[in-house]
């Protein structure tokens, strides 16, 4: 019933481990402050929180390519009615939001980790802004801002950078965002076309009617009964009725 395929969902959905793998460690690997003295976790610990991040977020494609998230995707479709086509687009859509948040995540954590095993120079972002003993969620958001900021090239943060390790890393963050960007673009672009193939062709398909009668100059009495005809015939999707038919065996067809 749909009651217990809520219920299955709700108790089989992977949402902490998807928290403890991707959102704590980063947050633990950039700054760690035990109470109000200002004293930080040694680097040596450091270094080892941050490996371990690493290889949880590496273990993230085989988490979002294994059957359990293939599972939980039918079940989303059972639960709240939706088509194959609109959940499938709404997973990619998310996918990519969720890519690119996730992208800057990283490269926010990656602001704040250079100047910190360089033990906050003085030419660098944290040492200028007078972060250096700010609590780690004030660090950690506006090393998230510097990095959207580059990312998105609509600035450099709070100041351009001067020493040359922000300098490479937000030439880094630059590159990165920019390609991030043309993937976004291009991947949205394929969503679009491919969500409803059928009016697309139909609109196509008219489109060359349309053209064909301005070429003829006919009448606009003619015009609007092959208008109607079209309109009434495809209802604005058009598909290959025989194609399909064709591929189906006899029993199916009939």
């Known amino acids: 019933s749909l009651y217990k395929t809520k219920l299955r969902f709700l108790r089989k959905w992977p949402l902490i481990n998807f928290i403890e793998k991707i959102i704590f460690p980063p947050l633990g690997a ?9 004293w930080r976790m040694p ?21 979002l390519h294994s059957t359990a998230i293939l599972h939980h995707f039918e079940m989303w ?3 709240f009615h939706m ?9 990619r859509i998310m996918n990519l939001i969720g890519m690119m948040l996730l992208l ?6 990656l602001q ?17 802004n007078k972060m250096v003993n ?15 900021s580059h990312m998105l090239c609509i600035g450099y943060g709070l100041y351009p950078p001067i020493g040359m390790a922000d300098v490479w890393l937000t030439i880094l963050s630059m590159i990165v965002g920019a390609t991030c960007f043309a993937m976004f673009v291009g991947h949205a672009t394929a969503l679009i076309q491919s969500l409803d193939s059928s009016r697309r062709q139909y609109q196509e398909k ?12 006919l009448p606009a009495d003619m015009r609007q009964r092959i208008h109607d005809y079209y309109e009434h015939r495809y209802q604005g999707k058009m598909f290959d009725e025989e194609s399909i038919l064709e591929e189906l065996n006899e029993p199916l067809r009939e």
Not at 30 to 38: E, F, H, K, P, R
Not at 134 to 148: E, I, N, P, V
Request: proline share 3%.
């Open 104 to 109: 800057c995540h990283w490269d926010g954590c």
């Open 43 to 63: 680097r040596t610990l450091f270094l080892i929180n941050s490996i371990l991040f690493i290889n949880n977020s590496v273990s993230l494609k085989k988490l």
């Open 134 to 148: 700010d609590t780690w969620g004030q660090q950690y958001s506006y090393a998230l801002f510097k990095a959207m």
């Open 83 to 91: 088509t194959y086509d609109l959940a499938s687009a709404m997973v």
């Open 30 to 38: 950039v700054l760690y402050q035990v109470d109000a003295m200002d």
């Open 112 to 128: 704040f980790l250079v100047p910190m095993l360089q033990d906050f120079p003085p030419d660098c972002w944290v040492t200028r």
């Open 77 to 79: 479709t059972n639960v």
């Open 206 to 217: 008219y489109k060359q009617v349309e053209q064909y009668m301005s070429f003829h100059k």
